[in-house]
């Protein structure tokens, strides 16, 4: 059980006692030093029973023996004492001076330290109060090796950490003249050579890390000491660039007038201060997670995740600071009937926010600014109490030299606050004051991007006759600028609608301006009633000449609604994903040509594929299928296993499948997903071209009444007989070339469209005269029908009115 030398103010030998059998024994631990002072020291003692050893562990005070007193105590009791010194060796009693120094105080009594050595006149009055200061130290190791045995009452001498600081040196500082002496292993643990050691209390000071030179000044202004038997911990940076956790103890010495004369103390290596192999992991692990969570939420949750656990507390709560409240983030356990009152009365979220007028004691923590610890049985407030009622930890968390947040840390059971807790809680409230900063200028910067992108994108989807379309739009988390992705769903004519999707290279205000010109240039030739390819080649061609180097990718898909019959179109995109009715999922292959502005009179090839009712059409963005960490084949097989997996009848609840499982998200993610139910009736379709004659219009109504009767339209042939007179005078009077007509007749309307080769669009009047001869046909449109416009069609323009219809029997078309 013997160590290194040791030699400290005199002392030769070191042993140390520690409390067992529940108090009632002290057993010898650990015994380092010269052997040969006390030779044999008993393995047990019994606290009951009469030694140096017992006496000074009841008193809870130290005892000091001089060589005569010690002999003295051998004589009227010589079985509690080495054989060496009873029998008279060498080391006689007439040159051994000892002390029993009790470790520990009050519910927290360790053992007792036994020091000696060869001090004839016994031990100096400073050497005693050193040695004082070294035996708290003791007690301060022992108390923390006795926290890291869990169930034990004190350490046991097999431990493998020393109970006795062997690295260990004293100083005293002459307040009046500022000089000071320091032992030699004072300097050698600072790591300063005896020889520049000038006597100055300022070049020790220079020796410690900047942080820690607050707890230092304490030596030079003794009104700043912490209360007796407290310890100062500091590290310093060693000339070889190791950092080593230091402890020191001081004990003012005043004069006649009560006045400060000296500074007495001690500095002792301090490493079990240092944080273990453990904790330096978990602050490192939540180091990394914090790095890449990019919202006050996420940040909340690996905060509050990381300390539970390893603290063993029973509540951990982390908030936000506004004024006259606090805003609480995230919290563990989420339940509420685990809080206090003052909590759950203000619980209107997810999470409470508890004004802090209530939690006084909070406002003074904070105003403080450093980590504060309440034992248990403290007079706190309700509201913290019943967080903490065994312990209460309240961690300020700072960034940019101010307070950010606060983190809560509560124990129901009685719980001992140990240095290894406090480096963690430490460490952990700098990493997360710093997270909470980023994610709050990521937070605003999402939210100004997404504000940004979906102004650029449809507001709402347009109901489908024979189908259902949704969409997803997430921003990427990595980064703030604003993407390129984009969506729309364009109804067309004669039943068909576009769905299209694109990606505009990069994320940037660039971007973004390219996307928005791309959706409505496609758009405007999607309506104009261009076939799919020439949409995208003109969609190509206006952004080649463009001052752009950016280039876009784009997928375009044509479904008649009617039919089922689609017409896809890629350009430089992945390709659609269709599911069949039977759940068999799979790309649809289609070629394809280059992205959007790369080749002026590039071909863009059409595919033509047959839905039936029941499938599932999936469009989508790269930043669903592939990442850093997501190869896109991998991607794509995900996204084709949800498809095959969901229900195909909630088509929202499948694009929710598809996108929940993306975490944090390098790059933005678009889905267009389409359920194509078919159409309830096939509709009853007829043109006829008006020629430019003088009964134009009669024939144009006749043709009308036909048409209309033999598909059963009765109470609603007047109305339309009205509207086509109108239309088709409007053509005939205002443009040149050829007009058409054309009839549709679907399950529930009437549809009947006029083209011309005019591309201008009529336009209502706002007030027609009594005597005006013209000008009222539109007004009448208007007022005979549910609705009515005009779109440009290519070389000119159509224009449609729209009028309810049912059939007598109630039956559909067919």
Known sequence: ?????????????????????????????????????????????????????????????????????????????????????????????????????????????????????????????????????????????????????????????????????????????????????????????????????????????????????????????????????????????????????????CRVEVDSDGMPRRVLGVVADATYLRPSADEVSLVQRLSATLAGAATIREVSRLVVASLREPLGASRVAIGELEPERLIVTALDPPEPDAWPEVWRAEWRSEWPDAPLSDLPTLQGALRGGHLSLWPPGADLEPGLLGVGPGGLAVVPLPADGRLVGVCLVGWDAEHRFGPEERSLLTATAGLAGQALVRAHALDAGHELATMLQRSLLPRKLPELPGGVAVARYLPATAGLEVGGDWYDVIPLADGHVAFVIGDVQGHSAGAATIMGQMRTAVRAYAVEGHPPDVVVARANRLLVGMETDLFATCGYVDLDMEEGIAKVVRAGHLPPILRRPDGVTEEMTVEGGPPLGVLAEAEYPMTEVGLVPGTLLVLLTDGLVESARLPLEEGMRRVCGVLAAANPVDAGGVADELVVGVGRRDDDVALLLLRYDGARGRPMRTHWTVWRVPNAVLHARRFTTRTLRSWGVEEELDSALLVVSELVTNAIAHTQGEVGMDLTLSADRLRIAVNDASPRSPVKPVWVSWESTGGRGLLIVEATTAAWGSVPLSGGKQVWAEIPWRRADGGNTG
């Open 1 to 249: 059980m013997s160590g290194p030398r040791f030699a400290f103010c005199g002392a030769e030998l070191a042993a140390v006692y520690v409390v067992a059998d529940q108090g009632r024994e002290l057993h010898l631990a650990e015994l380092t030093g010269n052997r040969g002072i006390l030779y044999g020291l008993p393995a047990i003692l019994a606290v009951g029973g009469h030694s140096p050893t017992a006496d000074a562990f009841r008193s809870g005070r130290p005892l000091w023996l001089t060589p005569r007193e010690l002999a003295t105590f051998i004589e009227r009791d010589p079985h509690h004492f080495p054989t060496q010194v009873r029998d008279g060796a060498p080391n006689s009693p007439a040159r051994i001076s000892l002390g029993a120094l009790p470790l520990g105080h009050g519910d927290h009594e360790l053992g007792c330290l036994i020091v000696a050595g060869e001090v004839g006149n016994g031990f100096s009055a400073d050497d005693r109060s050193l040695l004082e200061l070294y035996a708290d130290q003791v007690a301060a190791g022992l108390a923390s090796v006795a926290a890291r045995v869990p169930g034990r009452e004190a350490p046991q001498a097999h431990l493998s950490q020393s109970l006795v600081p062997h690295q260990g040196g004293a100083f005293i500082v002459d307040l009046g003249t500022g000089r000071m002496e320091a032992h030699a292993h004072v300097l050698e643990l600072l790591g300063l050579p005896p020889e520049q050691f000038d006597g100055q209390v300022e070049t020790l000071l220079a020796c410690a890390v900047p942080d820690d030179m607050p707890a230092l000044m304490a030596i030079v202004e003794p009104d700043r000491l912490v209360a007796a038997g407290q310890q100062l911990a500091f590290r310093i940076r060693r000339p070889n660039g190791e950092l080593r956790w230091l402890g020191l103890r």
